[in-house]
């Protein structure tokens, strides 16, 4: 099992620390509340991107961030804190609240992934594939067209240097296959968009909003969670990361290169690609330990230092499997030209090159012995 960086439940550890009560969960709800009020009245005075035209603004994009920030922090809170919640309230917005979450990342999502697909076929293929291309509203920092961040890629972890694909034929099929993955991944984002618009216009949304509005000045507590103690559930959370980490296939992460994975991906079958889901379940219940510490601590809590680092390997280690998802879809299209498919498949295998990078990168950093708080 990977080794604990704090014991959330020891409150005598190098200081006497105040007592912590269900009173930091409802402080921490109600500034998740405001936070998701502030980013949806934001929202809705930047206009959201609603023309359809495409050009969202910045202040737009930053709103609608904020607002799936904001409600996965306060879905995830009363997942790990239920039993301080009253439990028909609890389970009731708990799961509306992930699909709002859920429905404003998909534009991000594709804008994202086609942006990576491009950036790595023109670095593998060594030929410009970027299509002329308007921006789609929802367009921001992260999710700008590829033009705009061409040459801006980060450096990927280490990873095994690749069977040098046939560069001619890669030329010839790169840019048809660019323009492939263009039309369907802004399709994709396009309809997205139109879901997003709809879901905020819905009475279903605005029930939402409504407990949200309502959470803001009262949190439905228990009648004993004024003083009961949050961290035992807390750990809890932890542990279970504990132990899905401990159930991950490290051994074969500790290779930068998984066969295995690559012959799986080239595979006809479209289902998603069975390594993935466990490191998918691990990203999602690191989220839940971060929000647990932010009950807790807020911004005063002694560092983790391998959550960050952690954190940015299983988000790498998403995108690179939901592109190589992406490439294997469009390769399965009908009728397309054989450089077409062969760029497609190289792309494949290059993004599943770069989920075994991410797995590796992620080993790396939770191994790591912990070293105590940072001092200023």
């Known amino acids: 099992m990977a080794p604990r960086h704090h014991d959330l439940t020891d409150s005598t550890a190098g200081h006497v620390a ?13 500034g998740q509340a405001t936070e998701f009020l502030r980013a949806l009245r934001l929202h809705r005075e930047t206009g959201g991107g609603q023309n359809g035209s495409g050009g969202g603004t910045a202040d737009a994009v930053d709103a609608a961030r ?28 708990r799961p509306e609240l992930a699909w709002v979450s859920g429905t404003l990342a998909l534009e991000h999502a594709c804008a ?13 293929s060594g030929a410009t594939v970027v299509p002329a291309q308007a921006p789609v509203s929802g367009t ?44 369907q991944l802004t399709l994709a984002r396009t309809r997205a968009h139109s879901t997003a618009l709809q879901a905020l216009g819905s009475s279903r949304f605005h029930a939402v909003a409504d407990k949200v509005a309502v959470l803001a000045s009262e949190v439905p507590l228990t009648p004993h969670a ?19 980490v401990a159930a991950l ?19 006809p079958d479209p289902a998603p690609h069975p390594q993935d889901a466990p ?6 219940l690191l989220r839940l330990h971060r929000y647990a ?36 879809q469009a390769a399965r299209t009908p009728r397309i030209a054989p450089a077409t498919a062969y760029a497609l498949g190289v792309l494949h295998a290059d993004q599943r090159h770069e989920v075994e990078a991410a797995r590796y990168a992620f080993q790396r950093s939770w191994q790591k012995q912990t070293v105590g708080t940072t001092t200023s």
């Open 18 to 30: 105040p007592p912590v009560t269900g009173e930091a969960l409802a402080g921490y709800l109600r």
């Open 66 to 93: 904020a607002l799936r920030r904001s409600a996965r922090r306060i879905s995830g809170s009363l997942h790990t804190f239920r039993p301080l919640l009253d439990p028909g309230w609890s389970e009731e917005i």
């Open 112 to 124: 994202s992934r086609l942006e990576r697909l491009l950036l790595a076929l023109q670095r593998l």
């Open 140 to 183: 921001g920092a992260a999710g700008g067209t590829a033009v705009s961040v061409a040459g801006s890629r980060k450096a990927a972890p280490p990873r095994a240097a690749n069977t040098a694909p046939d560069r001619g034929n890669l030329t010839v099929g790169a840019a048809k296959a660019g323009a492939l993955l263009d039309r």
């Open 226 to 244: 004024a003083t009961a103690d949050p961290r035992p559930l807390a750990a809890a959370a932890e542990e279970r990361l504990a132990d899905a």
């Open 249 to 267: 296939p490290l051994v074969t992460a500790g290779h930068p290169y998984n066969a295995e994975a690559l012959i799986h991906g080239l595979s």
């Open 279 to 284: 490191w998918h379940q691990v990203r999602l």
């Open 293 to 328: 510490l932010e009950v807790l601590h807020g911004d005063d809590g002694p560092p983790d230092i391998r959550l960050l680092p952690a954190g940015q390997a299983l988000d790498r280690h998403r995108d690179a499997s939901e592109a190589a998802a992406a490439a294997a």
